[in-house]
């Protein structure tokens, strides 16, 4: 059953550590997204892969947030230095572009930044 | 730019009394229309999506939607709700070109909370 994996599921850290989130992406989907969810502002698109390329990253603050895609099995969101206001769910999700638009979501990464 | 509008954000319900969700979209063409469940401390399951055609879709677990493109709604249903539906729901819209091939990039509401009463 092909879903979408993320790690770590639950990660607690200290101000000003570094956080780095990973996923891995259904096989043979093309398009990689990074969403976080909170309480207050729902759903925001972080930030989009297809193709390992990085299409729109303007929901991210690009002073501390940066989103990669070293190979196709592995897209991963890096955090660094985190703050309070970090604390979240981040979910990836990913697609295959051109066919049916829609997004596979993982379980989620609970981000909670002390 | 796209956005979707979920009117209400918590609605309960008696167990086996019928549904609806309400979602309110802003796209400036057709747009790719979806409906996803969350259930505490879990990922966005697919409900149903609408694409083109007919305007009522069906989905998973007795959902279905109908697409109203003169009310700019997608509104989901249920005949009879099961305490197991009990969960926060979310509608999205997604952008398409003019070829209609979907870029993917989804626009979610603020989502429902759905409780369901025994």
């Known amino acids: 059953d092909a879903r979408v994996t993320q790690t770590p599921r639950d990660k607690v850290t200290e101000m000003g550590q570094e956080v780095t989130m990973r996923c891995q992406p259904i096989?043979?989907?093309?398009?990689v997204f990074w969403y976080r969810q909170t309480m207050m502002q729902g759903l925001e698109l972080l930030a989009y892969f297809r193709n390992r390329a990085p299409l729109d990253d303007s929901g991210m603050p690009k002073d501390r947030f940066s989103a990669e895609m070293p190979d196709a099995t592995l897209a991963t969101l890096k955090i660094q230095p985190s703050e309070p206001r970090d604390s979240a769910v981040y979910f990836c999700?990913?697609?295959?572009?051109?066919?049916?638009?829609?997004?596979?979501f993982g379980e989620g990464s609970r981000l909670t930044v002390l | 730019a796209q956005s979707v509008t979920q009117p209400d954000i918590h609605i309960t319900v008696s167990e086996g009394a019928s549904l609806e969700l309400r979602c309110n979209y802003s796209y400036g063409a057709t747009p790719y229309l979806f409906w996803y469940v969350q259930s505490p401390g879990q990922g966005l399951q697919l409900l149903l999506k609408y694409f083109s055609g007919d305007t009522l879709v069906q989905g998973i677990k007795g959902f279905e939607a109908e697409f109203k493109r003169s009310q700019s709604s997608f509104n989901l249903r249920k005949p009879s709700v099961h305490w197991s539906d009990a969960a926060e729901y979310f509608c999205?819209?997604?952008?398409?070109?003019?070829?209609?091939?979907?870029?993917?990039?989804?626009?979610f509401g603020q989502g429902t909370i759905l409780t369901v009463h025994p």
């Open positions: 999205a819209v997604g952008a398409a070109n003019a070829g209609g091939t979907s870029y993917g990039k989804l626009t």
């Open positions: 096989l043979g989907h093309n398009t």
């Open positions: 999700a990913s697609g295959l572009f051109g066919f049916t638009g829609e997004l596979f």
